[in-house]
């Protein structure tokens, strides 16, 4: 597509429930990105896929957190039993590859857990 | 592992007034990104820069890379009220992915 599709754009769960976050990245970015953005925060990096490689799943907080990336393209972050410190803006990003390439992030999917 | 730090944290500028935002490391960078994110919005690449010394412009923007490759600089001259927003530096991290400054918010009063 032409950009980073994110679903769903909003996302309200009660704590304990488990949600899934989508991310669609541009066709041909080989490289995708998981990032947390906390309200008026940075951008904490959770987990990096890049084409067949073993993702570095390094930023993930927990056991709770796991993302997959099916047939090198769209890919979707679970969080499980969520915590109301789950709540943030989960942005994904993708890119032609490394850290040497600029990022397109989607426009996010706002998750607030209550 | 490698971090940047960026300052001041916040600025508050008249408009037509300048900004300058500054991104420093303890360790040499391959490359500086730098990313700006509108209030409610997602951040938007602005730049690489990858060479020592290296200055670019973007209009109003002029963006640099130090000598030793370890601080950039991002220059905003005459702000406008559309500059608004959180500017961030990244640069890759050992794994390949970015590592993002904390970010600089502008706020600009017309």
């Known amino acids: 597509g032409a950009g980073v599709s994110q679903s769903p754009s909003n996302k309200v769960t009660e704590k304990g429930k488990d949600v899934e976050l989508r991310c669609d990245p541009i066709s041909g970015h080989t490289a995708l990105y998981w990032y947390r953005q906390s309200l008026g925060q940075g951008l904490e990096f959770l987990i990096y896929f890049q084409g067949n490689s073993a993702p570095d799943k390094s930023g993930l907080p927990s056991d709770r957190f796991s993302a997959e990336r099916t047939g090198g393209s769209v890919s979707t972050l679970t969080i499980q039993r969520t915590q109301q410190e789950d709540s943030a803006v989960y942005l994904c990003a993708s890119s032609l590859g490394g850290g040497t390439y600029g990022y397109t992030f989607g426009s996010g999917t706002r998750l607030t857990v209550v | 592992g490698q971090q940047v730090m960026q300052i001041p944290q916040y600025q508050h500028v008249q408009e037509g007034e300048d900004f300058t935002t500054y991104c420093n490391s303890s360790?040499?960078?391959?490359?500086i990104q730098w990313y700006k994110q509108r209030p409610g919005g997602h951040p938007v690449f602005l730049i690489q820069?990858?060479?020592?010394?290296e200055v670019k412009k973007q209009k109003r923007l002029t963006f640099q890379f130090g000598e030793a490759k370890k601080n950039s600089s991002l220059h905003i001259t005459a702000t406008q009220t559309t500059d608004v927003g959180t500017y961030f530096c990244?640069?890759?991290?050992?794994?390949?992915?970015?590592?993002f400054g904390k970010g600089t918010k502008l706020s600009v009063k017309p």
């Open positions: 820069l990858v060479k020592s010394g």
């Open positions: 990244a640069s890759g991290g050992s794994q390949g992915n970015l590592i």
């Open positions: 360790t040499t960078l391959s490359n």
